[in-house]
Structures are given as structure tokens and as C-alpha cells.
């Protein structure tokens, strides 16, 4: 009913700072791939924050990049981080509300952030993570160095990566099994709508296909 | 287009500690009544860890309960914690992609978190977490005390809460108004299923009204 899979739990058994790429699991990459946004978990001189951030993935490393990151990595460039993201598919009810849960699908990557650098790496992590939702950056107008100058992008290894899966009825004690209450599953489905163009768009302008596409 | 409405961003004016409830903002209260699982941030020995719970709320506390609660909280009853809620509502395209972004919905709220001892707290904060999604607390049956003991619960004040909502079009920069590139919003909805009943209901036992009205 409910399994995680990826790096183990214990994070103490972890080579910490060993510089090898680990690719993340199957259910890893399936989970950041369904999800829209992260929650970054940093520490600060007045405590600890976590807020929501876009991001994008490449086969062993998590692209972030937010207005709020810069304030984030403010007490340094290199930090440790923990970045979550969750997707809630139900809401599981049982016969005894101490056995109701949620039906979800869930990553947490710990690690050290990286502040990247190099414009190659910038540019490459802004194209994976505007394409994160849907492939728009091809369609967009080319980047201005300006643009790449004033963007924080952080890259967080995806070693230290588990996913966590939840899903079907409630698991009740036995001796309410067959009870008088209704038990069972409400789905929650997430579902994009018609693109709604902006006011000054130049008329006939096609909307891009991936982004129609998002509907199916 | 954005706005950040409760409590003052710099943590560091907030009297902390100050034995005074304040009452939430109705932006807070709104965006934490819609969401479904926060995400709770807490320091541990082993560093940050970023983790989703359930949640509910009264005007002036918040209460957390969930499997991973425990673990959360081994390194002490009390600690300073961050739980932040967040609902997407679409993607917005800019004709930049610097400019691209999310309309969301989002809760930041920060504090001291209090394990709840009291039985009466417990059962109460149970039945707030229980409802908060949909009512059916009173349709499940009765909790016993070992269910009770059993439970670990938190305590958050909505003291130190912030909400932060972005909707409308992208805001791209004046020279690229009127440009060639598609831009405009897709928007994200969620919506609840038929509830699926578990094999072993007893025939005829209705579906409770309130998970029923959360197709509405």
C-alpha cells in the first residue's frame, strides 16, 4: 500500500560528499517529472524556510530557480537544502478516523546545493526547467545575457533522492472490517484548462502545441 | 499581480515568544482552508528535512498530524519549525522565459511547535485534521484511547503566518509587448472523483454528504 523506494532512509549511511552521480530510481523521476513545484527547505540565520519553487530535472541532478531562492542561499552560496515534492491523488477515508490518510506520491532529495555558475550550465538548467510543465522554451524569445546575469540557479544532486508512494482503500483495524461506516477513496484529479491568451497578442498567433498538449 | 499579505516578512520584528494569539488574515485562512497537505520543514541532527502532512486549523492555531510526525520531532517535544502550503493555479507563459512563472497560492508559516498533551487538545485538534478536507469525523466510528495515545499532534500558532497569491497574465518586459511569441495563462484545477467504496462495505451504507459535496 504504501513503499518507498531510492536511496535509503538512514541518511547517516550515505557518503556524504562522495562525488559520484547515483541516477535516481524510476519512481524518483516519475514523481518530479508529474509534479509543478518543489518545497526547498533551507536554513537561515532566523530559522528555518521552506518555499515553493519551479524546478526541472536531468537524469542524476534537480535544477531550482525562484525569486525567493536568492534570499534562500543568502547566508551562502553552498548550503544544505531539502527539497520535497508532493502530489495528493485521494483523500483515504476508514472506518476509524485514526486510519485516515491521503493517496499520494512523494520525493525528498537531500543534499548540498550548488549555486551554478557557468553559462552553459545556466542556460541549460532554464531551458529544463521552464520545460519542466511543458516544452516552451524553444518557443519563447532567445534569452538576453542580461537575463542569464540575473538569474540564481541552484543544482541539487539526485543521490540522496527517495520517493514515497501511497495508494488504495483505507487498511482498517480488523475488528472494525465490514463495520456500519462507509470507507473508501474520494479521487483527486489535477486537470490544465484552454490556454487564455494575453491582451495584446498579436492576432492568429498559435498557441505551441506542448502547451495545448498539456490537456490530454 | 502579487501579493504578500499577514504578517511582516522580517522575521526578526516579530515579538517571538510573546504570549499573544493573533488571528490570521483572511488571505491565510483562505489559502490554508483550500489546500490539502502542508509541507513542514524542521532542523534534525541529521540536517533539514522537508516533509508532507495533514493539517488543520482554528483562527489562531495550527495542527499538524502525520506517520512522519514522530520522526520530525525525536530531536525534542519543541521546535522551530516552517509549514508551507501551496495550490497552483496555472502556468503563465511570457515571451521571455525569465518572465515565465506560476499563479499560486501560498502560506508560510513559521513558529514554535508544541506537542499536544492534553486529551481534550488532542481529540479536538483530531477532529479539525479529520474535517479539514471534508467533514467525517462524526461518521467515523468512535476513537478509543489507545488510538488517542497512540497519535502524536503538533501545535503551530498562525502568529508568524504569511500568504502569498500571484494570479493574472505574465508581466513581460515593455520592449517585448505586442512580440511574436504566444503568451498567456493555462490554468490548473483540481477536482474530486466518484468516491470508491472498499470491498467489504455493507451493502447499502451511503456515502457520508460531505465527501459527496466535494464534487461541487
Known amino acids: 500500500m504504501s513503499e518507498e523506494t531510492g536511496a535509503p532512509s538512514e541518511r547517516t549511511t550515505l557518503k556524504r560528499g562522495a562525488n559520484r552521480a547515483v541516477y535516481a530510481s524510476d519512481d524518483v523521476k516519475a514523481v518530479l ?16 524556510i521552506v518555499l515553493p519553487m519551479a524546478y526541472g530535472r536531468t537524469e542524476d541532478t534537480l535544477y531550482l530557480h525562484g525569486s525567493a531562492a536568492n534570499a534562500m542561499l543568502r547566508a551562502g552560496s553552498d548550503t544544505d537544502i531539502c527539497v520535497t515534492v508532493t502530489l495528493v491523488d485521494g483523500l ?32 541549460d538548467a532554464l531551458k529544463i526547467i521552464t520545460d519542466h510543465v511543458a516544452d516552451n522554451w524553444d ?12 538569474t540564481l ?7 540522496e ?3 514515497k508512494i501511497r495508494d ?25 484548462g484552454e490556454p487564455i491568451p ?15 498538449d498539456l490537456q490530454d
Do not use: C
Open 33 to 48: 517529472d508529474a509534479g509543478y513545484v518543489a518545497h526547498v527547505g533551507v536554513s537561515t540565520a532566523q530559522g528555518i
Open 92 to 123: 483515504v477515508v476508514a472506518r476509524s478516523a485514526f486510519h485516515n490518510s491521503m493517496n499520494y506520491r512523494s520525493v525528498v532529495v537531500r543534499g548540498h546545493a550548488r549555486k551554478v555558475t557557468e553559462d552553459v550550465e545556466i542556460l
Open 139 to 150: 518557443s519563447r524569445r532567445e534569452a538576453t545575457d542580461k537575463e542569464l546575469k540575473a
Open 153 to 159: 540557479v541552484i543544482a541539487l544532486p539526485l543521490t
Open 161 to 163: 533522492a527517495s520517493a
Open 168 to 192: 488504495g482503500g483505507p487498511v482498517d483495524d480488523e475488528a472494525d472490517l465490514g463495520g456500519p461506516e462507509w470507507a473508501g477513496v474520494i479521487p483527486l484529479t489535477e486537470s490544465w
Open 198 to 212: 494575453i491582451d495584446d497578442l498579436v492576432e492568429g498567433t498559435p498557441v505551441p502545441q506542448p502547451l495545448l
